[in-house]
């Protein structure tokens, strides 16, 4: 069935219409109805794209086990990904969509978390102490769900929920039924994932949660926007979506933002990034499973957190629904809106919302309980089992983000950002003389901050490959080798990724050969020069901060739990001597440079590190012997505008 109201009425009198999708997008005043046939499919390289006229081909539903095509840990719980293969779409008027759908109460009941709030709290403590707390990453989202039974049908019950969903949500990307005859998904995502158009890659990362209830609160919202953790939070889901564009954007990724994501009880921040690509939007799609804002960082270790602390499957939340199509010339495009605030119900009636919290080191048991419950509470509103949000007046409903207060506080997270991040620059502009025709090697730790940090020597005039840790690095070595940051303890060193960075940069010191350490690598290469380790009281996960760097105050991003201490500016080591950058209240060390190498705890490529670039310059300088001279950073922090176009930037 192709036409909306003969698919309804279908519906209406208990006959199974077949396979479709009804999607509201953010802004349309109109539904579009997708019909056509489901298939499963093994990998997303396989999701059908055919070439033909402008229009959407398929929509592809894809669960969170599809990590496994990453080599990621993830619980297999064997949920397929599957594609409505179209072959019809139509547009529905909103306000006809509205006296079509089903207006009758959801009969559903017997609903409870599979994951008890106390047992909640419990596994939040300890990935607070034991995985945050032992420097296994910066955040982590873990997930449980809200279950219940829906009685009759459980197509009308998700067309009845769509209905509520429509007139009582504001603010979603994708409002949404799926129907593919073996479940049907009901949801209000608010976030983007991911999309091309015209090339155009954007990613939308979301993140903080503000409890607004429906009314217009403007102290607590001010408060909410000047919350370290809350700031923090979104600081560090835009660095993991930042590492994602620079591994499907020919130039990285342009941030523009922050903003307030406005829901009918709920509100939260976000930004929008933007970059060029020529890739398969399937690889785009592949490249970027999944977003940060529902695994955590660094991406990989976050999977394995996961994988440990869950106790079943994920089944479709925190996947994506992907519309794959072409545009008039014939180019690919996509739309994926993350698979959250979203119902899966079964032919037989079983109802499952999946729903998390972002676990950062200021979190709270108690905060990040009663965040899974914000979250889910408007699908279940929708579907009868929570109370409804309060019915929108007559007129337009008023915008928190109108606030001038509250348009300049959001404007003033920016000022302590990498304006590298931010910025249009023109391809060559912070190039450094005497890089031209040199080549730099990233070795990575795990950690893909090494796809940003090649973005920025490639602009300063390197360039750059990257490799995984596993890789040896082959005979005819580039001019500088990067130890890059990863996850673990760099005390363990029989670990196999210690054990090979631990080789890779003591057979570089004893060569003499160029050599800059960060993060992780800059604690092993602190722990050859016979420097002491140790792991920090609190973690500084996320952390900015103003710290001397070689007689310079720089504004700098950490993502650490571990540090080298010293007593003294300057050691003695068998590689000669090193000058060291420390913190005088607890010794901590910063930086260091020797002959031919250097390190940095901090990441100078984060969007934390204000003054990263200048970093790099200088440390390249240093180690490749570059003429003296800094690329033009000039723009004070805080005073350029935001631009919109990414194409201008290295």
């Not at 109201?5 to 077949?18: I, N």
């Not at 609903?111 to 707390?133: K, N, P, Q, S």
């Not at 032919?347 to 965040?371: D, I, K, M, N, Q």
């Not at 631990?502 to 800059?516: I, V």
Request: proline letters at 8%; aromatic letters at 4%.
């Amino acid at each position: 069935m192709t036409r909306p109201h003969d698919l309804l009425a279908a519906v209406a009198d208990g006959v199974d219409p077949g396979p479709f999708a009804l999607v509201r997008r953010e802004g349309a005043e109109h539904l579009e109805l997708f019909t056509g046939t489901v298939r499963p499919v093994d990998r997303l390289a396989d999701v059908p794209l055919p070439d033909g006229p402008a229009g959407p081909r398929t929509l592809a539903l894809v669960p969170y086990r599809q990590l496994a095509e990453r080599g990621f840990d993830c619980v297999d719980d064997g949920v397929p990904l599957e594609c409505l293969e179209i072959t019809g779409h139509t547009r529905l008027p909103l306000a006809d969509a509205l006296a079509a759908l089903p207006d009758a109460p959801v009969d559903a009941t017997d609903a409870g978390f599979d994951v008890a709030d106390a047992e909640y709290a419990e596994t939040v403590a300890r990935v607070l102490a034991e995985e945050i707390g032992r420097g296994e990453g910066a955040n982590f989202v873990v997930h449980r769900a809200a279950r219940a039974t829906v009685a009759g049908s459980p197509l009308v019950a998700a067309l009845a929920a769509l209905r509520r969903l429509l007139l009582r949500e504001r603010g979603a990307y994708w409002t949404f039924v799926v129907h593919t005859g073996t479940r049907v998904l009901v949801g209000a995502s608010p976030e983007r994932h991911v999309s091309v158009d015209d090339g155009l890659v954007m990613m939308n990362p979301i993140s903080g949660t503000f409890r607004h209830g429906g009314t217009a609160d403007q102290a607590a919202l001010l408060r909410f926007l000047a919350d370290p953790k809350e700031i923090d939070e979104l600081s560090m889901v835009l660095d993991e979506e930042l590492k994602m564009m620079a591994r499907v954007a020919e130039r990285g990724g342009q941030v523009v933002g922050p903003y307030l994501k406005e829901m009918s009880q709920l509100a939260h921040t976000e930004y929008l990034l933007a970059g060029r690509s020529t890739l398969d939007v399937r690889e785009v799609l592949r490249e970027t499973m999944f977003a940060p804002t529902v695994t955590g960082s660094p991406m990989e270790n976050a999977c394995r957190v996961i994988a440990r602390y869950e106790p079943a499957g994920r089944r479709y939340y925190a996947g994506v629904l992907a519309l794959l199509g072409r545009d008039e010339t014939g180019r690919q495009t996509l739309d994926a809106p993350i698979l959250i605030r979203t119902a899966e119900i079964s032919p037989a009636g079983e109802l499952r919302v999946g729903v998390g919290a972002t676990l950062v080191r200021h979190s709270t048991p108690a905060g990040e309980v009663a965040e899974t419950h914000a979250k889910a509470a408007g699908v279940l509103a929708a579907l009868g089992l929570r109370p409804d949000a309060a019915p929108a007046g007559p007129g337009p409903l008023p915008r928190l983000a109108d606030d001038p207060q509250v348009r300049a506080t959001l404007a003033a997270r920016n000022a302590p950002l990498a304006r590298f991040w931010l910025d249009q620059r023109p391809a060559g502009a912070v190039a450094l003389p005497g890089l031209a025709g040199r080549r730099a090697l990233i070795v990575d730790g795990e950690d893909t901050f090494t796809g940003m940090l090649a973005h920025q020597l490639r602009a300063l005039g390197l360039a750059v490959e990257v490799t995984p840790w596993h890789r040896s690095v082959a005979n005819d070595a580039p001019d500088l080798v990067v130890a890059g940051p990863g996850p673990g303890d760099p005390r363990a060193v029989e670990q196999p990724k210690m054990a090979a960075l631990r080789g890779l940069l003591a057979a570089r010191l004893a060569a003499g050969a160029p050599t800059l350490a960060v993060c992780l690598s800059h604690q092993l290469l602190a722990g050859l020069l016979g420097l002491a380790l140790r792991r920090r009281d609190a973690p500084y996960q996320g952390l900015q901060r103003d710290v001397p760097v070689f007689g310079v105050d720089r504004r700098v991003g950490f993502y650490s739990t571990f540090t080298a201490v010293a007593d003294a500016d300057r050691v003695t080591t068998a590689y000669g001597p090193v000058e060291l950058s420390r913190d005088p209240a607890d010794r901590a060390v910063h930086a260091l440079r020797g002959p031919g190498f250097a390190g940095v705890q901090f990441h100078p490529e984060s969007v934390l590190s204000r003054d990263g670039l200048a970093v790099l310059a200088d440390l390249l300088g240093h180690l490749l012997a570059v003429p003296p001279g800094h690329p033009p950073l000039a723009t004070p922090a805080g005073t350029a505008a935001l631009t919109p176009g990414p194409l201008d930037r290295d």
